[in-house]
């Protein structure tokens, strides 16, 4: 009797396998790269005030030679100092930042007597590193790995989740990873230098709750996916989209099961929310809520939307300049507080606007597009949230990398959108960091590349928004899965 072939697992093709090593490079080799400590400092010193950038390539040459050009390139690990204070204020009551023998050093806590401005789920987030050790050198290299560990985490599980219980192809890992690395090289060192890959991983773990609620038809499942939500905003407040993602897609697929399983899901993301916040206030009081409103204080971020076309207008006949709060470069415009009172209602608006569409072409949905629509959903209102926001750090692109990668996989027309994307990420490299003082100075040419780049990303946004049902309709895959008891009879 003849015996059927069994297809090789999709990692031991050459493809997929030089997709992963490649990760594995940029994580433990290419991110790691940085100057001594004081080095920067020192190159930085030595170039005259007002000087261009032909100057600073100079100096750099001089100190390290061509390498150092690549290390400057590479070396974003600033803000890693500030991650390993708050983790070591969380972890040890000690904060680096004071003298050692200072009598509160052992006892301080985070909130209480250290200022943080983020949540307590993301302090959480920035402990790990310290299994490399305590000191700030090896907390840095730790840092990097465990950003790959996220990242690769989040393509792993997100494969798993959009595969559906089917084999994944040799084609659909390749597109996913290659698509990831290309993110990965054109967004550059940042993405080893910030801890927001915990947010796609929150998206992607909340797509297999959601995917095991909706197999089992479980009410209790469906809270928790909601409760994982709820757990997701206080580590970065984005993961919340889950939420109307998750509930447009019962709107869509399932109504007839709306009322008990999206009652379920928003019991368990506003219980959940409510009591984590009431313990969170109880152990650490008002300095808690002020990790709140020191985002809700911000003024308009000089990369935002908001702030490239009031450049572009020229003030639009008022006065601008740049300035400095909250650790950010900011626009000072008399138009400050009308975009802050915008921000939030247009933001909204567009939620409106892409579920009606989405609504409108309901029918156009199959059941096995269940798990990439929610996913896709969420990545919309993610860039929809970047884009109406008055804050636009360069890492929030870091939300939509992999998410954008691992829809390419599964629905290889999704390409113009990833090439899009990758665009954005290399215009983001450009703008910040290597021409970011040039963009402070309101220089014309940078005023233009930002605009470009907010002009990409609101097109894509309009393209993915408009035509996203269609998507996820195009292409079914070759064996349908098993039917899922939440759209057995639909």
């Avoid at 290299?141 to 989040?154: A, I, N, Q, S």
């Avoid at 059941?367 to 890492?395: E, H, W």
Wanted: net charge positive.
């Amino acid at each position: 009797m003849a015996s059927t072939a069994v297809p090789r697992a999709w990692w031991r093709h050459a493809g997929p396998a030089l997709a992963l090593v490649l990760h594995a490079v940029i994580f433990l080799g290419i991110f790691q790269l940085h100057f001594h400590d004081g080095e920067r400092r020192r190159i930085e010193s030595s170039i005259p005030g007002g000087a261009g950038i032909g100057a600073g390539v100079e100096a750099i040459l001089r100190e390290r030679g061509p390498l150092g050009l690549v290390i400057w390139f590479f070396d974003r690990h600033g803000e890693i100092r500030l991650f390993h204070r708050y983790a070591s204020v969380m972890l040890y009551g000690i904060d680096p930042g004071q003298p050692a023998d200072a009598t509160d050093q052992g006892r301080l806590r985070p909130y209480r007597d250290v200022p943080v401005e983020y949540q307590p789920g993301a302090l959480l987030v920035l402990l790990p590193p310290f299994l490399y050790g305590r000191d700030f050198a090896a907390y840095r290299t730790g840092f990097v790995v465990w950003c790959g560990v996220l990242y690769l985490g989040t393509l792993l599980l997100g494969l798993r989740l959009l595969a559906d219980g089917r084999p994944i192809t040799a084609a659909q890992a390749n597109r996913a990873l290659w698509g990831s690395a290309a993110f990965l090289l054109c967004f550059g060192g940042l993405a080893g230098a910030r801890f927001d890959h915990v947010v796609p991983l929150l998206c992607v773990v909340g797509g297999i709750l959601f995917q095991r609620a909706s197999r089992a038809n479980s009410t209790p499942w469906f809270a928790v996916f909601g409760a994982l939500a709820a757990a997701g905003v206080l580590v970065k407040i984005v993961p919340g989209v889950l939420i109307p993602a998750a509930l447009l897609w019962l709107c869509a697929a399932v109504p007839r099961t709306l009322w008990r399983a999206g009652g379920a899901v928003l019991a368990g993301f506003v219980v959940t929310l409510l009591v984590l916040n009431l313990a969170f206030y109880a152990i650490w009081g008002d300095g808690y809520v002020r990790s709140f409103t020191y985002h809700m204080d911000r003024g308009i971020q000089i990369e935002s939307t908001y702030a490239g076309a009031l450049m572009a207008g020229d003030g639009f006949g008022q006065p601008i300049s740049v300035g400095r709060s909250h650790a950010a470069a900011g626009l000072e415009t008399p138009y400050t507080g009308l975009v802050k009172s915008l921000s939030g209602p247009l933001f909204l608006a567009l939620v409106g606007a892409i579920a009606w569409r989405f609504l409108a072409l309901r029918r156009a949905l199959p059941p096995a597009a269940r798990d990439l629509a929610v996913l896709l959903l969420g990545t919309v209102l993610l860039l929809a949230f970047i884009l109406t926001n008055k804050v636009f750090s360069p890492q929030y692109l870091l939300w939509l990398g992999p998410l954008f990668a691992l829809a390419y996989g599964f629905r290889p027309r999704l390409a113009p959108a990833v090439l899009a994307l990758l665009l954005a990420s290399a215009l983001t490299q450009a703008i910040f960091p290597v021409f970011y003082r040039q963009l402070k100075e309101l220089r014309a040419p940078l005023i233009v590349l930002l605009n470009l780049r907010n002009l990409i990303l609101v097109a894509l946004l309009a393209w993915l928004g408009w035509t996203l049902a269609k998507r996820l309709g195009e292409e079914p895959v070759a064996i349908e899965p098993t039917r899922d008891r939440l759209t057995a009879d639909r």
